[in-house]
């Protein structure tokens, strides 16, 4: 689409300027078709093309990898009357058309920015074609493309990576890391729960597009005059600016129409003279086509939960947006009607008479009373702060102001809109306005990506300085890539619509910022019922209206006014997210109470609450510039932390660039009082059997000025002592008589911030009983040599140990929860008596007795059982026999007879007796042992174990054979028969 410029001498200049483009050579053709194209990389170098006959197209390709995005982009370097580029992206057969752009920005129907942008989202491998014309087919111009691959951002938490405590007024730091995947990333912004922004800039020129052309047929065209707004000026003098401008046009035939208070700028009907002046001044920043503009029309409460926040209450108020006031800019507002207070008819809306419709003007008939006379505006009012029972406003309690800018057939001009938000951003500070409510724009027109040189720009801007949100509707022409003006401008909160189902309706794009309910909705009728209508005009006002909850939320919560900017990321920032399959994006539907609940922007601004930060936000690490792919970038924010104790923030950071967004994973950080409590006496976990006890608690923390001792000491948990405190630390003592039981205690220290507990309770346990025994169990008579098992049952709740004792000696006893045991095997005939004592952990003791009798019964000496240190054994190691050998007639004497040898084996007790020699023998060994008594009796047993690894004996003995052990047997030999000869052959023939 070409875009006309005025001034012959501005044309010759470019003309002069792009002479040396114009007639460079084209090295890519012939390029005309895509078997032809040339191959383009995606690192963002520029290749230069030119259009060398009239409808000469070319073609490149480049090779795409799924999930990655790529923007394409041309570059034109001719006059924009010989050089309009159009793009076409063809998917990888050539011939498929997968998106289409012809200029990055239009503006009344011509181009603001001709050259063209394409953003790609890759959902293959594969290669892919790009195919550039131009506009009218025109020869001779130049341009460049480009297509840079997306770097993909994957953001992390570094710490804090867990829920934890942050403690109130005090600093802590919170890390993120970002790893740049597929190709590098540029221009990253770090923010700890950022509003986002991607503002595309365009050159603006002084005189709009076809103003000039439009003087030829008509002797005058409204428009729009913007001032260059000076940095450090203010308002009043870049207001000044338009005043001295005003001046010189009086002499020209220019009629004025609007003179804004808040920026620079005017309004009005310009003749080609008084716009030659303008184009001469150097203080006049762009003049625009005052275009016409007309009206978007299409149970959404529950749907975006506004009735879950109405019943929110903060210090006894609901949060129904009172005190809050939104600027309806639209047909006007029938305010009698009962929706809005029945307010009497009046020539003034602005003298007091309407609690409900607080103010207001008629920019279409130039009068004090924007009264309805179509229906739009009453709806829209309706939606935002109906006060009707049945169908309530968003904000219900909320005060309205009424801006008349079309008329009773729904259209007006941009100018006019420009003067309703001028007024209310005047007003703003009198009648607290926090929202604009506008549900118009340019019919049939798109756009994909920011719109800088739209006429309403410094108006949004002034009013988003001043703290005043601006939702605009993005249209209703169904676009899936783009939305209206003024909604494009990128301080403006653009609005679409979805049904009851969160199906999207109506335009949407990349830079579409929300979504809201927009399909049936009913509300207010302006002839005094009620009716339905469908469109983002209907979208726009639900979202107005939620940031008119939010700020008075924040002022009620933090006592902190909200800026436009924090408004509009708790908006956007936790809604539901919709997909929309026609354009393959996500956008976010407004969701009120996820809304409320978010802890919104964390500001730099000192002493905000429930955080500020003392680090720039967004970020400002020089790594964020540029980040190679596969490496990482980390940001840490300092944050002091100004909330309620015991609330609960997700904290998570947000990194964009021009097209993308990562955030990373949330993490929930609990607010803690300053003040630090500790349990000293008496330690956590003790039994004690005393029931006086002593309790110690200290704290710190500013100006204390009381600690209390918490307990459950009479069978409920409260509040058993109280002692005053002051200073900055404390250390208080309470003596207590406790019964016997199980207790928690702790303590909780106090000051003007509030109180806290320690980190965890104490438990006490109060035991004045001694251990029961509830069984004795052993045998009472037993046989020599035969073992004893004694056992016995315990109660007592704070168990500590079990000793046995006999002989003179102590045993500890075994358990398994309340059973202990001990076994032995008595040596001599014997009346043995024994002691048990059980102890507890309070240090309360009892005991039990018992006896039992060991007698030798059985004649004879016997031999109860043999052991070895392994049933097999290398040749060459030792080798140990175990006997236990029991008679009453001592002494005993017991031989050990192995390889015919008797020796003697010693005893290490009364009935142990053991031997320990080197094995001298392989194979099979035979043992044999033999006892006998003082008097003559005697018993013998035998057993047998195995030698092995026994070569090197010098025996061929046990496992050993010739392969196995040559140096003990014979070697192995081998026998070779010689080869028979055939015929008269001979035998074996041996080489000489």
Not at 171 to 182: D, G, H, I, P
Not at 217 to 236: L, P, R, T, Y
Not at 952 to 958: R, T, Y
């Amino acid at each position: 689409m070409k875009r006309w410029i005025s001034g012959a001498f501005g044309a010759i200049f470019l003309a002069i300027l792009l002479l040396p483009f114009i007639f460079a050579l084209n090295e890519y053709e012939p390029d005309n078709v895509w078997q032809n194209a040339t191959t383009i990389s995606t690192n963002g170098s520029r290749q230069a093309h030119t259009f060398d006959t009239a409808g000469d197209v070319d073609y490149v390709n480049f090779t795409a990898v799924a999930g990655v995005q790529y923007v394409i982009e041309t570059h034109n370097l001719s006059d924009p009357d010989i050089t309009d580029t159009v793009l076409n992206l063809y998917s990888t057969d050539g011939t498929t058309l997968l998106d289409t752009n012809d200029d990055i920005e239009v503006r009344d129907g011509s181009c603001v920015q001709c050259s063209s942008r394409i953003v790609f989202d890759s959902t293959a491998n594969g290669t892919y074609y790009v195919n550039i014309s131009e506009f009218d087919n025109d020869a001779g111009g130049s341009y460049q493309v480009s297509i840079l691959e997306q770097g993909r951002l994957i953001a992390s938490l570094v710490s804090h990576i867990s829920a934890t405590n942050v403690t109130r007024n005090n600093v802590f730091e919170f890390t993120t890391s970002l790893q740049c995947l597929s190709a590098d990333c540029y221009n990253v912004t770090a923010t700890l729960d950022p509003e986002i922004k991607s503002e595309h800039g365009a050159k603006q020129t002084k005189a709009g597009a076809g103003i000039n052309a439009m003087l030829e047929s008509n002797e005058k065209v409204d428009v729009i005059v913007i001032m260059k707004q000076k940095a450090g000026n203010g308002a009043k003098k870049n207001a000044a600016l338009s005043y001295s401008a005003l001046s010189e046009l009086s002499s020209k035939g220019f009629e004025k129409r609007h003179e804004y208070a808040t920026f620079g700028g005017f309004s009005g009907s310009v003749t080609k003279g008084s716009l030659a002046l303008l184009e001469n001044n150097p203080n006049v920043e762009a003049v625009y086509y005052d275009s016409p503009v007309h009206a978007f029309l299409t149970t959404s409460i529950p749907q975006i939960n506004a009735d879950d926040v109405w019943a929110r209450q903060v210090n006894g108020v609901n949060i129904t947006g009172s005190d809050e006031t939104v600027c309806i800019i639209d047909t006007g507002i029938n305010y009698s009607h009962p929706d809005f207070g029945s307010c009497a008819r009046t020539s003034n809306i602005n003298g007091g008479s309407c609690p409900k419709v607080v103010g207001g003007y008629d920019y279409v008939n130039t009068n004090s009373d924007p009264y309805d006379d179509n229906g739009h505006g009453s709806h829209v009012a309706g939606i935002a702060a109906s006060q009707d029972s049945t169908y309530r406003g968003v904000a219900p309690s909320a005060k309205i102001v009424s801006i008349k800018v079309l008329n009773s057939v729904g259209s007006g001009s941009s100018s006019n809109v420009i003067a309703g938000i001028d007024w209310c951003v005047s007003n703003a500070a009198s009648l607290n306005i926090t929202a604009i409510s506008m549900s118009l724009g340019l019919l049939n027109e798109k756009h994909e990506f920011h719109c800088p040189a739209a006429a309403e720009r410094a108006s949004i801007d002034a009013a988003v300085a001043a703290g005043i949100s601006v939702f605009i509707a993005a249209g209703n022409d169904d676009f899936t890539d783009g939305i209206s003006t003024p909604a494009c401008i990128g301080n403006a909160t653009s609005v679409g619509g979805v049904d009851n189902t969160n199906s999207i309706d109506f335009n949407r794009g990349r830079i579409l910022d929300v979504l809201a309910p927009g399909v049936s909705i009913t509300a207010t009728n302006y002839s005094g019922t009620h009716t339905v209508y469908s469109g983002t005009s209907m979208s726009t006002p639900h979202a107005a209206a939620l940031a008119l909850l939010l700020k008075q939320y924040a002022k009620l919560k933090f006592s902190r006014n909200l800026t436009a900017e924090e408004l509009k990321h708790a908006i956007t920032a936790n809604g539901k997210m919709v997909y929309d399959s026609s354009s393959k994006l996500l956008f976010p539907r407004i969701d009120a109470l996820a809304s409320i609940n978010g802890k919104g922007i964390i500001p730099t601004t000192v002493g905000a609450k429930p955080f500020y930060s003392l680090t720039p936000n967004p970020h400002n690490a020089s790594c964020l510039a540029h980040i190679s792919q596969g490496e990482t970038c980390s940001t840490t924010w300092q944050v002091n932390v100004t909330g309620d104790t015991n609330d609960t923030y997700a904290f998570f950071a947000i990194y964009t660039t021009d097209y993308k967004r990562n955030d990373s994973a949330k993490v929930n950080l609990t607010i803690a009082n300053s003040i630090s409590v500790s349990l000293n006496v008496p330690l956590n976990g003790l039994v004690s059997g005393n029931q006086s006890q002593i309790f110690n608690c200290s704290a710190s923390g500013a100006g204390l000025s009381n600690i209390t001792l918490y307990g459950n000491f009479n069978g409920t948990w409260h509040a058993n002592r109280t002692a005053n405190a002051t200073g900055n630390s404390n250390s208080t003592l309470w003596q207590f008589n406790l019964t016997e039981g199980d207790f928690t205690w702790n303590c909780r220290a106090c000051n003007a911030e509030g109180c806290g507990f320690a980190s965890a309770n104490y438990s006490l346990s109060i035991d004045t009983s001694s251990p029961l025994f509830n069984g004795l169990s052993y045998t009472a008579l037993i046989e020599l040599g035969d073992g004893q098992s004694i056992s016995v049952n315990i109660s007592d709740s704070h168990m500590y140990y079990a000793n046995l004792s006999y002989s003179g000696a102590n045993y500890s006893m075994s358990n398994t929860t309340s059973n202990f045991s001990y076994s032995y095997t008595p040596l001599n005939n014997a009346t043995i008596n024994f002691t048990i004592y059980a102890v507890d952990t309070a240090g309360n003791s009892n005991s039990t007795d018992g006896g039992f009798i060991v007698n030798d019964t059985s004649s004879g000496v016997r031999i109860k059982s043999v052991s070895l240190a392994s049933s097999t054994i290398a040749y060459g190691n030792n080798q140990t026999i175990t006997a236990y050998v029991y008679d009453q007639w001592q002494p005993l004497m017991v031989y050990l007879d192995h390889n015919s040898t008797n020796i003697t084996m010693p005893n290490t007790t009364i009935a142990n007796f053991s031997y320990t020699w080197a094995v001298a023998q392989c194979g099979t060994v035979t043992y044999k042992i033999y006892a006998h008594n003082s008097v003559g009796t005697a018993n013998t047993t035998t057993g047998t174990f195995t030698s092995n690894n026994c070569c090197g004996n010098s025996v061929c003995d046990g496992s050993d054979t010739c392969s196995s052990c040559s140096a003990d047997c014979e070697a192995c030999t081998t026998t070779a028969s010689g080869g028979g000869g055939g015929g008269g052959g001979g035998g074996g023939a041996v080489a000489a």
